[in-house]
């Protein structure tokens, strides 16, 4: 048997909502600076701005010890926080930025990017083993579909400016 649901409540209803519209404004206010900035420049602007107040408030990562040196465990760790930003500040953002001065909408950009969870279970699935039940596959479609079809180029949508682009 299951639970009573309940009620949501109203401050958390209200931060969902300034979650979601933050969300919305952000590829608005990418697009915008996009007319200002290179696309890679723009990007590592936009992670600088981020990770400098995460400096002076968040500390430094706990590494649990494997049996070899202090250093070489903090190399490693240092590593990983390394990688993860490379990955998702230059590779991703840098491609996602660079798509959309090319042309591709802040909307459709949005949706694209959603993809990133069909990448992330199927890696999941490839390198850790791990099994996707039915309820987890069922979000999969959204954004396949999403990016499924090209986005006009920024030239096509100067010329049409009733385009729904």
């Known amino acids: 048997m299951h639970p009573a649901p309940t009620r949501l409540a ?15 404004v952000n590829f608005v206010v990418i697009e915008i600076g996009l007319d200002h900035f290179p696309p890679l420049l723009f990007s590592a602007l936009r992670f600088l701005v981020a990770a ?32 993860v930003g490379l990955v998702l500040g230059v ?45 987890r596959c069922s979000g999969w479609p959204s954004p396949s579909r999403a990016s499924a079809s090209p986005p006009p180029t920024r030239a096509a949508r100067a010329r049409s400016p009733a385009s729904p682009w």
């Open 91 to 135: 590779a991703k953002f840098g491609l996602l930025f660079t798509g959309m001065d090319l042309g591709a909408p802040a909307g459709l950009s949005s949706l694209v990017l959603q993809a990133q969870a069909v990448f992330t279970a199927l890696f999941a699935f490839a390198v850790l083993g791990e099994r996707p039940g039915g309820s």
């Open 10 to 24: 109203p401050s958390h209803l209200a931060l969902a909502v300034l979650v979601a519209a933050v969300w919305g």
């Open 52 to 83: 400098l107040p995460a400096v002076f408030f968040v500390g430094r990562p706990k590494v649990a010890r494997d049996g070899g040196s202090p250093a070489r465990t903090a190399r490693r760790a240092w590593g990983g926080i390394v990688g």
